[in-house]
């Protein structure tokens, strides 16, 4: 298996991982913007960018785009992040060029129709009230919001209703313009595919686009607030927040094996203390957000509302005996959880194309696998145990829904 890499002339690169033992490929286009880079006025419009292309396009129209993928038995999907945003498919690889043609008709020559528009606006505020009524899902960009105020990076990626209702055709085309630049592009393949042939098909479908990369994000500020979130539900869905490195921080791979010990399965800690042992939350775990100059580490916990206080409480001592005692053990048992994590996710093409992608928004360059392996190996107890002291000492967000207060941001 080899990996390649090409750049073209308006910046386009052009990575590929020939995988000749499967008979399919997965491919994508990944841009390096997504909704950290709207304002406050267009919130919400990478996403619905994304919806819209699906909608028809110059040449073919919504139904079609659905009937020309899946008359080859593939499909044709995308999604939108706060730094990133993603149109891929999954082929047979005889299908290659027709994969690629359709995501470059997608983002080359979609029609925004005035009237499609509309409707599809309707679908996205029915996602966004979907959003508010799962409160396992509101919680975390309600905690977004708690950790960021005020900033791009803490406002929801579906937008407001405010937002969504203003966005208009003319919007989207100047994201389109302004965004997808030749320097913010990246055509990721992995599978069976012909590196060379890809590159002559990315020069003919994105050769043209404007170069350069787009325009510059603001700094995340992390400046803990506290957002309650009265309404009724079964359980109290309780958050915190703590601001977590960023992806080329020297304490990344050290805080990452801290919330795998700390909450990241069934033997963490969090788990054995407030579910195994106290019976506290039906739910309880640790995660962390990473960016590339900033991160947010969270804990999340479904409990009892009479439990939210104590289970709060319990979970914020949880992280500071992790952080002062954890054993040797714990942080082996970490780095085989890490390991194994990165080392499964390549297993399909798809996993490949999605990691060759982020490798290269991240850092420019591909890291293979064993260099990530090797890295997190190299990170000792002492490494943890500092890193992880350092970030529970900061201030802390705090969100919760159907909760009473259960603690203030400090």
């Given at each position: 298996?080899?990996?390649?890499?090409?750049?073209?002339?308006?910046?386009?690169r052009?990575?590929?991982?020939s995988?000749p033992?499967?008979e399919?490929?997965a491919l994508g286009?990944?841009?390096?913007?997504?909704?950290?880079s709207?304002?406050?006025?267009t919130?919400?419009?990478a996403h619905?960018?994304?919806?819209m292309?699906?909608?028809?396009?110059a040449?073919?129209s919504?139904r079609?785009?659905?009937?020309?993928?899946?008359?080859?038995?593939g499909s044709l999907?995308?999604?939108?992040?706060r730094?990133?945003?993603?149109?891929?498919?999954?082929?047979?690889?005889?299908?290659?060029?027709?994969?690629?043609e359709?995501?470059?008709d997608?983002?080359?020559?979609?029609?925004?129709?005035?009237?499609?528009?509309?409707?599809?606006k309707?679908?996205?505020?029915?996602?966004?009230g979907?959003?508010r009524?799962?409160?396992?899902?509101?919680?975390?960009?309600?905690l977004?919001?708690a950790?960021?105020?005020?900033q791009?990076?803490?406002?929801?990626?579906?937008?407001?209703?405010?937002?969504?209702?203003?966005l208009?055709?003319r919007d989207?085309?100047d994201?389109?313009?302004?965004?997808y630049?030749g320097?913010s592009?990246?055509?990721?393949?992995?599978g069976k595919?012909?590196?060379?042939?890809l590159?002559?098909l990315?020069?003919?479908?994105?050769?043209d686009?404007?170069?350069?990369?787009?325009p510059?994000t603001?700094?995340?500020v992390?400046?803990?607030g506290?957002?309650?979130d009265r309404?009724k539900f079964?359980q109290?869905h309780?958050?915190?927040?703590?601001?977590?490195?960023?992806?080329?921080?020297?304490d990344?791979?050290?805080?990452?094996l801290?919330?795998?010990?700390?909450?990241?399965?069934?033997?963490?800690?969090?788990?054995?203390e407030?579910?195994e042992?106290?019976?506290?939350?039906?739910?309880?775990?640790a995660?962390?957000?990473?960016y590339?100059?900033a991160g947010?580490?969270?804990?999340?916990l479904?409990?009892?509302?009479?439990?939210a206080?104590r289970?709060?409480?319990?979970?914020v001592?949880?992280?500071?005996?992790?952080?002062s005692?954890l054993?040797p053990?714990?942080?082996?048992?970490?780095k085989?959880q890490?390991?194994?994590?990165v080392?499964?996710?390549l297993e399909?093409?798809?996993g490949?194309?999605?990691y060759l992608a982020r490798?290269?928004?991240a850092h420019?360059?591909?890291?293979?696998?064993?260099?990530?392996v090797?890295r997190?190996?190299?990170?000792?107890?002492?490494?943890?145990r500092?890193a992880?002291?350092?970030m529970?000492?900061?201030?802390y967000a705090v969100a919760d829904?159907?909760?009473?207060a259960?603690?203030?941001?400090a």
């Amino acid at each position: 298996m080899t990996t390649r890499l090409t750049t073209l002339a308006n910046g386009v690169r052009v990575v590929t991982r020939s995988m000749p033992h499967v008979e399919t490929v997965a491919l994508g286009l990944h841009v390096d913007t997504g909704a950290r880079s709207e304002t406050e006025a267009t919130n919400g419009v990478a996403h619905l960018l994304e919806h819209m292309v699906f909608k028809g396009t110059a040449t073919r129209s919504a139904r079609r785009i659905a009937e020309e993928i899946e008359d080859v038995g593939g499909s044709l999907n995308a999604y939108t992040a706060r730094d990133m945003t993603v149109f891929h498919a999954r082929l047979l690889s005889a299908d290659t060029q027709l994969g690629m043609e359709m995501i470059a008709d997608l983002v080359r020559a979609p029609r925004f129709d005035e009237e499609e528009l509309e409707r599809e606006k309707a679908v996205v505020l029915q996602e966004l009230g979907e959003a508010r009524d799962t409160p396992d899902d509101i919680v975390f960009d309600h905690l977004q919001a708690a950790a960021f105020p005020d900033q791009s990076i803490g406002r929801s990626i579906l937008g407001s209703e405010a937002s969504i209702a203003a966005l208009t055709s003319r919007d989207l085309r100047d994201w389109l313009d302004v965004q997808y630049r030749g320097g913010s592009c990246i055509v990721a393949a992995a599978g069976k595919v012909d590196h060379d042939a890809l590159v002559t098909l990315s020069e003919a479908l994105f050769g043209d686009l404007a170069p350069g990369v787009r325009p510059d994000t603001a700094a995340a500020v992390f400046a803990p607030g506290v957002i309650h979130d009265r309404r009724k539900f079964e359980q109290a869905h309780l958050t915190l927040g703590l601001p977590a490195p960023g992806i080329h921080d020297p304490d990344f791979d050290a805080i990452a094996l801290f919330v795998t010990a700390a909450g990241g399965g069934a033997s963490s800690r969090l788990f054995q203390e407030l579910r195994e042992e106290r019976g506290l939350a039906y739910s309880v775990y640790a995660s962390t957000t990473p960016y590339a100059d900033a991160g947010l580490f969270s804990v999340y916990l479904a409990t009892a509302k009479k439990d939210a206080a104590r289970a709060m409480d319990l979970a914020v001592k949880v992280l500071g005996e992790t952080a002062s005692a954890l054993r040797p053990d714990e942080l082996a048992r970490a780095k085989a959880q890490v390991r194994a994590g990165v080392l499964m996710s390549l297993e399909s093409p798809g996993g490949w194309a999605e990691y060759l992608a982020r490798q290269l928004l991240a850092h420019g360059h591909v890291k293979t696998p064993a260099d990530i392996v090797a890295r997190i190996e190299a990170v000792d107890l002492d490494i943890v145990r500092a890193a992880s002291a350092r970030m529970i000492a900061g201030p802390y967000a705090v969100a919760d829904v159907g909760a009473a207060a259960v603690r203030r941001a400090a």
